[in-house]
């Protein structure tokens, strides 16, 4: 008995991390919930087929579960991993490959490009940074979520702030600056 409700607590207390936006926690998700279902024999082929990234697969948790609000409706009940998991199955399903990128940005042919003989130059920076971003947010995705939807979306703080269910605008500007100055820290301490 008193091992079950320490589950149930310790289950209480990981969905209030995650509805916190706890970057342990959310690598934790990513663990346990997006790479088991991505690795799964029935989905890996899909996932391979239409390139779907583990970050795209977090970030689509991430809204539904934080922004929206679907963690809210997590009763306890079995597994919250395997809970969690369920969706992942369902992005990995509703994945359009119509509307999917056909050939990768590191292959994309130089007359594709704008800028013609510097593309490769321009592909190469790009990944870099996606990279670092990628790095960061999982780190901290709740921080990167607000850079993304400031400056990616073009969303005012306010918008943002009542969006996530965060404190105030100011709470929005810091998240905000911290991540710009993480980003610019790992970009010219890895070039």
């Known amino acids: 008995m008193i091992s079950c409700l320490h589950m149930v607590s310790e289950v209480a207390y990981d969905v209030e991390r995650l509805m916190a936006g706890d970057a342990s926690a959310w690598a934790r998700v990513c663990e346990k919930s997006v790479r088991m279902e991505m690795t799964r024999f029935r989905y890996s082929s899909m996932v391979r087929k239409w390139r779907i990234t583990e970050e795209e697969l977090l970030s689509m948790l991430f809204e539904d579960m934080v922004v929206r609000g679907k963690l809210a409706l997590y009763r306890g009940d079995g597994d919250l991993y395997g809970w969690l998991g369920k969706y992942v199955v369902g992005y990995i399903r509703r994945t359009n490959p119509a509307r999917r990128r056909e050939t990768p940005v590191a292959r994309m042919p130089d007359e594709q490009t704008e800028d013609g003989g510097r593309s490769l130059q321009c592909r190469d920076r790009r990944r870099f940074a996606e990279r670092c971003f990628g790095a960061l ?7 990167a979520y607000v850079h993304y939807l400031k400056l990616g979306e073009g969303l005012s703080s306010q918008e943002i702030r009542n969006m996530l269910g965060l404190s105030s605008d100011a709470n929005v500007n810091q998240l905000c600056s911290r991540f710009r100055r993480e980003l ?4 010219f301490c890895d070039a």
């Open 137 to 143: 947010w999982r780190k901290n995705p709740l921080r």
């Open 184 to 187: 610019r820290k790992r970009v």
